[in-house]
Nanobody, 128 residues
């Protein structure tokens, strides 16, 4: 089992920055593939970014150049640095982890069904 806890959400103005973090426990963090998803009211949960156990990163097109995903295996944490935030980035942001697949292609990483464990989410609100 893997337990995931997100932190760092909040309220920010358009153009501002936030960093959300995901703390993991229960398994060797370095073996996990980590994804960030978000869900706005009335919408489906959507892929934002992912980082594989080996350090490959994937981004949803609308966040490329603005968001950066990273991981710190020594601290069992993954981070999502969000810059140049827009009102349309407003959502609950969820951290997710899969069971440690060795091959984690983008086509797999973008699917919610590829992940076995989820955090409770953290609210990010961008005011206009």
């Amino acid at each position: 089992q893997v337990q995931l806890v997100e932190s760092g959400g909040g309220l920010v103005q358009t153009g501002g920055s936030l960093r959300v973090s995901c703390s993991a426990s229960g398994r060797t963090f370095s073996t996990l593939n980590i994804g960030w998803f978000r869900q706005a009211p009335g919408k489906e949960r959507e892929f934002v970014a992912a980082i594989t156990w080996s350090g490959y990163v994937y981004y949803e097109d609308s966040v490329k150049g603005r968001f950066t995903i990273s991981r710190d295996n020594a601290k069992n944490m993954a981070n999502l640095q969000m810059n140049s935030l827009k009102p349309e980035d407003t959502a609950v942001y969820y951290c997710a982890a899969d069971g440690g697949s060795r091959l984690f292609l983008r086509t797999i990483a973008v699917l919610t069904t590829s992940y076995d464990y989820w955090g409770q989410g953290t609210q990010v609100t961008v005011s206009s």
